[in-house]
């Protein structure tokens, strides 16, 4: 029996289980879910709604055992492929990061099974592979399951708290691990700074006690159903909000960092047949044509972090959507277009390029004159040019995009000859051609990360 208190009693495990669900939070104002639990979600506290059925996640609830020793304590995240959930490991005593791969993405040709069986990183920290993984048979299917060594926030989440050079060596390694990555002759294809973690000291061997009080209680919504639907075994008794991992602050090694989410990762000689989901804001010019994820694709997805820790706005600034299997989304004409509106002109190789027989674009894409209608360079280069000239003189920059750098830039200390460096390298890393160069370019460089709460504009 478990030897940790709450409350004053003994923890035993059907007391664990309702002590975390009397303090949770049941969480019903309207304003925070407008459309109500029986449609997709429309914040981004847990994960689709419509993912629980046949091949989809597993039901969690706060207490579930897996592999008859992992206790599920709250959710750490989701995406995807499927649910990492913060466990406790009742052989070991310690913490754990334990993921549950949704059943159609679970079998032993699993593209992270297959990954980390291939892939070796001895020399390389910045990489964590699992401990152990293990099946779990559900109403929705048989799950693969990874254990991983608990980390913290992502880069972002403390941005703000910790310091310049921390933040710098913190990058370094990112980009270092993702070279290191290219150069064994793998692909991450999903490298959004969500994935890249702080180590952090300390909390795996926390006391259950110690941990809640340094995390609180695990936040909830009922599951709730269309009226006049029952609810069915295939679905959780609540969704359980996204643990809110900056509580894990305290406990960051400066400067350490841990790239995880390897669902999407492959051979860049072997690339997978199946769609690979990827944010829309972070692809490259290249995916929106039927082209897989390889090297360059990462470098894009690598400048993106970069802007977003400086509050740049993504491309087409509507975060987090992923195209589906056809690469169709109602927004990726504004990404392309805002990619033209700050790069300039897409190849004229990608603006005639669409496979019918492919995950491509249909024909119906095409204006009467054969034109891809949704990409400002396919009516009118000329225009094109024009706006940029006018949006370049209307800032004072070179071009549309320094323009928009610069604005983002606003609130924070940085030189004039810091912001030059930082465009230049951005410059060289989103290429609308996509090559393998850059890294070179990147850890030759020291790289410039802003630290919010200095106040001034760029000293030009």
Not at 272 to 293: D, K, Q, S, Y
Request: proline residues 7%; hydrophobic residues 35%.
């Amino acid at each position: 029996m478990p030897s940790d208190e709450l409350g004053g009693s003994p923890l035993t495990e059907a007391k664990l289980r309702k002590a975390l669900f009397e303090l949770a939070e049941d969480v019903s104002d309207p304003d925070e879910h407008p459309f109500g639990l029986d449609t997709e979600p429309v914040s981004s506290l847990y994960e689709s709604i419509g993912e629980y059925r046949k091949g989809g996640h597993h039901p969690i609830d706060i207490g579930d055992i897996l592999n008859d020793r992992y206790q599920v304590f709250n959710k750490l995240g989701d995406g995807g492929y499927g649910i990492v959930w913060l466990c406790f490991d009742q052989k070991t005593d310690l913490w754990r990061a334990v993921k549950i791969l949704r059943a159609d993405q679970s079998n032993p040709e699993s593209q992270e099974l297959k990954f980390w069986n291939e892939f070796a990183a001895e020399d390389q920290p910045a990489f964590a592979p699992p401990i152990e993984y293990f099946w779990v048979d559900g109403p929705n299917g048989r799950h693969l399951c990874f254990v991983f060594v608990l980390s913290g926030p992502h880069l972002q989440q403390v941005q703000g708290t910790a310091d310049l050079e921390s933040m710098k060596k913190a990058f370094r390694r990112a980009t270092e691990a993702l070279s290191y990555l290219h150069n064994k002759g793998f692909c991450h294809s999903d490298f959004t700074i969500s994935n890249i973690l702080h180590k952090i000291h300390g909390l795996d061997t926390m006391s259950k006690g110690d941990m809640m009080e340094t995390i609180g209680p695990p936040k909830r919504d009922a599951f709730e159903v269309v009226s006049g639907c029952k609810p069915t075994r295939r679905q959780p008794k609540h969704l359980i909000w996204r643990l809110d991992c900056r509580a894990f602050r305290p406990f960051i090694v400066p400067g350490e960092v841990v790239v995880v989410d390897f669902g999407g990762a492959f051979r860049v000689s072997d690339p997978p047949e199946t769609f690979i989901g990827i944010p829309i804001n972070n692809m490259a010019p290249e995916l929106f044509f039927g082209m897989v994820p390889s090297p360059a694709s990462d470098m894009w997805a690598l400048a993106c972090n970069i802007m977003a820790l400086y509050g740049a706005p993504y491309f087409g600034k509507e975060e987090n959507d992923v195209l589906d299997q056809n690469f169709r989304c109602n927004t990726s004409g504004s990404v392309l277009d805002d990619m033209e509106r700050c790069l300039g002109a897409l190849p004229s190789k990608f603006r005639d390029a669409y496979d019918e027989s492919h995950q491509g674009f249909q024909p119906a894409a095409r204006d009467p004159g054969g034109r891809l209608m949704w990409c400002l360079g396919n009516r009118d280069p000329k225009a094109l040019r024009r706006w940029r000239r006018a949006e370049a003189r209307r800032t004072g920059c070179d071009d549309p995009f320094e323009g928009r750098l610069l604005e983002s830039l606003g609130r924070f200390n940085i030189s004039g000859s810091e912001f030059h460096n930082l465009l230049d390298l951005l410059r060289n890393m989103l290429k609308m051609d996509p090559d393998d160069s850059g890294f070179k370019c990147i850890l030759e460089r020291d790289i410039v990360i802003p630290s919010v709460g200095c106040i001034s504009q760029v000293n030009n």
